[in-house]
């Protein structure tokens, strides 16, 4: 295969792409750390109520 028509076939394809503006970048980002932070602070608070529930359970 030439390398010069696959360059300008690879140029034209990603010419065709849709990129995101900086905004919609920086809100998915955004949510993306705040659901993350979100459910860390809902997966700690189970552990830690299971952990309680054991404990009261096995008499500790």
């Known amino acids: 295969m030439n390398v010069v028509r696959f360059l300008r076939e690879v140029r ?8 995101p503006k900086r905004g919609e970048v920086l809100a998915t980002t ?18 830690q109520l299971y952990f309680t ?3 009261l359970l096995l008499g500790r």
């Open 30 to 47: 955004a949510m993306v750390f705040i659901m993350g932070t979100f459910f860390a602070l809902l997966f700690f608070l189970a552990d």
């Open 53 to 55: 529930l054991i404990n």
């Open 12 to 19: 034209q394809e990603v010419s065709k792409v849709t990129w």
